[in-house]
T-cell receptor, first 115, second 115 residues
Framework: EPEVTQTPSHQVTQMGQEVILRCVPISNHLYFYWYRQILGQKVEFLVSFYNNEISEKSEIFDDQFSVERPDGSNFTLKIRSTKLEDSAMYFC?????????????FGPGTRLTVL | AQSVTQLDSQVPVFEEAPVELRCNYSSSVSVYLFWYVQYPNQGLQLLLKYLSGSTLVESINGFEAEFNKSQTSFHLRKPSVHISDTAEYFCAVSAFSGGYNKLIFGAGTRLAVHP
């Protein structure tokens, strides 16, 4: 069964450094998402991406964040200058509307630790 | 805007006992409803979903949830739990918004099944 993959599984970085989190969505999906989960808290929506542009973003997704689909398979989340409060689990999800699916499939997540 | 309330942060239960995890939502538009499960140190897995049709939906591992529009609820139930059901359960809603379908999650309910 196709699945969403994410790399790395765990990223440790120093405050102020740039990080890029990578995701490979399911191949025939057209909508892509990033969510994050701070330890012990709820999963929060960050951004959705469709047709090579951001379709919606949350208040969390400020100028320090960016997303990109650099080729036909990868979907990346970049944090330009990490802060301590960016420490969280980041989940990528993909989605294909129609055919009664309407279900987002999540990757296993990348745990980001900012020191 | 949508919101989700999971009324219980933790639910301890003995093996083979029944369980109900409560979820209420708020929305001014029609929504799709989901339950996701997160096992320790893993990502989010779809457990079941309500898109339309029968208000009672079932998963392959014995969970069921009933959409109650008048009560704006989507409670998750299982008649007899197993140790392996120990996990965090998240209720989520999405409203069709041009196809982007971001998910809004509740805070989660930690189900702890004891022998």
């Amino acid at each position: 069964e196709p699945e969403v993959t994410q790399t790395p599984s765990h990223q440790v970085t120093q405050m102020g450094q740039e990080v890029i989190l990578r995701c490979v969505p399911i191949s025939n999906h057209l909508y892509f998402y990033w969510y994050r989960q701070i330890l012990g808290q709820k999963v929060e929506f960050l951004v959705s991406f469709y047709n090579n542009e951001i379709s919606e973003k949350s208040e969390i997704f400020d100028d320090q964040f960016s997303v990109e689909r650099p080729d036909g398979s990868n979907f990346t989340l970049k944090i330009r200058s990490t802060k301590l409060e960016d420490s969280a689990m980041y989940f990528c999800a993909s989605f294909r509307t129609g055919e009664g699916t309407d279900t987002q499939y999540f990757g296993p997540g990348t745990r980001l630790t900012v020191l | 805007a949508q919101s989700v309330t999971q009324l219980d942060s933790q639910v301890p239960v003995f093996e083979e006992a029944p369980v109900e995890l409560r979820c209420n939502y708020s929305s001014s538009v029609s929504v799709y409803l989901f339950w996701y499960v997160q096992y320790p140190n893993q990502g989010l897995q779809l457990l079941l979903k309500y898109l339309s049709g029968s208000t009672l939906v079932e998963s392959i591992n014995g969970f069921e949830a009933e959409f109650n529009k008048s009560q704006t609820s989507f409670h998750l139930r299982k008649p007899s739990v197993h140790i392996s059901d120990t996990a965090e359960y998240f209720c989520a809603v999405s409203a069709f918004s041009g196809g982007y379908n971001k998910l809004i999650f509740g805070a989660g309910t930690r189900l702890a099944v004891h022998p």
